[in-house]
Nanobody, 125 residues
Framework: VQLQASGGGLVQAGGSLRLSCAAS????????VAWFRQAPGMERSFVAG????????YATDSMKGRFTISRDSATNTAYLVMNSLRPDDTAVYYC???????????????????WGLGTQVTVSS
């Protein structure tokens, strides 16, 4: 199983990015998928997740209003579209997938068996 995260980069505040998580060896439509991020000096934290039924959970109301998580079964790829980016969104973003994640509780990192290596997002002010 491999997850390959991509799409990060340097963007100005207010800009947008679309992160991709290409999966092999696991069908993302049969798993919960989530994005986490780790800012410098901080612990890795939950950003957004989508369960097997398509239900979405976001870590904060602010992320709910600016970020959209989705997945494409045809390409076996998950996405995180991030709009209105702010400097405090700067972090390494990781995608994760797991088939045993509780649908209503997508935040625990220990529930995910598969992780990508991460992609850097830097938002300048």
């Amino acid at each position: 199983v491999q997850l390959q995260a991509s799409g990060g980069g340097l963007v100005q505040a207010g800009g947008s990015l679309r992160l991709s998580c290409a999966a092999s060896g696991v069908g993302l439509n049969r798993a919960a998928v989530a994005w986490f991020r780790q800012a410098p000096g901080m612990e890795r934290s939950f950003v957004a997740g989508i369960n097997r039924s398509g239900g979405r959970i976001y870590a904060t109301d602010s992320m709910k209003g600016r970020f959209t998580i989705s997945r494409d079964s045809a390409t076996n790829t998950a996405y995180l579209v991030m709009n209105s980016l702010r400097p405090d969104d700067t972090a390494v973003y990781y995608c994760a997938a797991g088939s045993s994640v509780i649908s209503s509780n997508l935040a625990p990192q220990t529930a995910y068996a598969h992780w990508g290596l991460g992609t850097q997002v830097t938002v300048s002010s």
